[in-house]
């Protein structure tokens, strides 16, 4: 494993400001009883919560780091609606999620503007976790591969060498996503290891590489030593405080004991 293990939660469309600081405020309060030393852990609110959770990981000094769910790929101007990357900076946030299979299938983010939206959010200095992961059909065709390495190459076409150190790689089959069927763990090593030798191929062998689909604190330790996962990116079980620290605390204590 290249670092250690980056568990992020992703809240989705879940969470008004008002359940957003009760939820951050929760995990303060596991994470005070019980520093999670081999991990690193991060929230992605909706955007509208940021500026509440911000403050109170700064107030409260929770050893966590924000992440947003969204960027545009422009830097400012006449965008209605859109949040730019200069705007999220001032609140503390760290990273930003990119290229989720949810923006790229319901909100029309095709693999060109998912390589702009990087290289914006990159050049502005937020760290990209960028999303990759193929449907069932492509899986059902034996293309699952293919599909992959086409999606990086698109998404990283035009990227900055030098903003590389910047990415981490989030597998998504979208097969996985809330559906409670997560991929087992020959399937996430084994994609694992075909993206990590693309990455090399890139130069970029320390980058993270995460999984995300239906991911619960009985079958993180699992993807994370069979399966080879260097993290997660949790949807539902990210949403209460018990089940997001379960998949922390499993993460914690596995990477603890096979480092
Ligand atoms: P679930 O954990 O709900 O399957 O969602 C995964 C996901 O899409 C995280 O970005």
Redesign the pocket.
């Known amino acids: 494993m290249p670092s250690k293990p980056l568990v992020?939660g992703?809240w989705?469309m879940n969470h008004d400001y008002v359940e957003a600081l009760h939820l951050t405020q929760q995990i303060g309060v596991v994470l005070k009883n019980k520093s999670r030393e081999h991990v690193e852990i991060a929230v992605?609110p909706p955007s509208v919560d940021l500026r509440s959770v911000s403050s109170i990981i700064e107030s409260e000094r929770i050893p966590i780091s924000l992440a947003a769910q969204h960027v545009s790929m422009f830097d400012n101007g006449a965008h209605t609606g859109e949040i730019s990357v200069a705007m999220l900076k001032r609140l503390g946030v760290k990273s930003v999620?990119v290229g989720?299979?949810?923006r790229r299938s319901m909100y029309g983010q095709t693999d060109d503007i998912v390589a702009s939206t990087a290289q914006t959010a990159a050049r502005g200095g937020l760290e990209v976790l960028l999303?990759c992961g193929e449907n069932l059909d492509a899986r059902d065709a034996g293309e699952h591969f293919s599909f992959v390495s086409n999606q990086i190459a698109l998404a990283l076409d035009g990227f900055e060498k030098k903003n590389l150190e910047l990415l981490t790689i989030?597998y998504?089959p979208i097969w996985?996503?809330?559906?409670?069927r997560?991929a087992n763990s020959e399937q996430v090593a084994e994609m694992m290891a075909h993206i990590r030798l693309e990455l090399n191929s890139r130069g970029m062998s320390d980058t993270r590489v995460l999984y995300?689909?239906?991911?619960?604190g009985e079958n993180a330790a699992e993807l994370l030593t069979s399966g080879q996962a260097g993290g997660?990116?949790?949807?539902?079980?990210?949403l209460k405080v018990e089940s997001f620290m379960a998949i922390v605390e499993a993460v914690d204590d596995c990477y603890a004991k096979n480092r």
């Open positions: 992020v992703n989705k992605a999620i989720h299979s949810e999303c989030a998504e996985a996503i809330g559906t409670g997560t995300g689909g239906s991911v619960t997660f990116l949790v949807g539902g079980a990210s």
